[in-house]
């Protein structure tokens, strides 16, 4: 493939959204993204939803349910980690940010367990934190599991729409619509984590002048 050639480079990319092999793709590194935040589960979903739109490939219809299956299986493998694994006795547990981002998930399960899961799954390191503490706190599994089967599908389809509009909008130009897409992702994935840590120390400060 010549790479200086952008028809060549949009016929490969086109090609392998129409490989059925992509939604294993899909699942896979969805599936991995649960525990691992180097995955990029959301950018590569978002790509395809651009893709989807702008080209017909791949099928929305499947790619949208194999991705919240992915999401509430690998959440699911992330609780059962954090049930069988006392994670909070390794060093890893201690730093300053995990310790306080379980603390603030273990708080919030007690209180608020549907919004925090739910808004959990938009927020890389927030869902390993709160889905390990909810292992960890033996959390009731068949609630956890409704939940997170609800999240998981507001996730994948927030991300692929996310995807498809701009694959609507550039449907002429299909790596375009896949740059624009991804870029905008990333903006709002770091607008939502930072938000996320700000709602997270804003309510640390009632409780640690409560406990002073």
Known sequence: MDLMNPDAVTAAVVAAATSPWVYGAVFLLTLLDAFLVVVPSETVLVALGALALSTGSPDVRLLVPVAAVAAMAGDSLTYWL?????FEHHAWARRRRVA???A???RSLDRRAAAVLLTARFVPFGRIA???TAGVSRFHYPRFLALTAVAGACWSVYTVSVGALFGALFGGNPLLAVAVSVVVALGLGFCVDRASERMSA????PDDIAES
């Open 104 to 106: 603030w998930a273990k």
């Open 100 to 102: 306080a981002v379980a």
């Open 202 to 205: 804003m309510r640390q400060r």
């Open 82 to 86: 954090g049930r069988s694994v006392r």
């Open 130 to 132: 709160v889905n390990l």
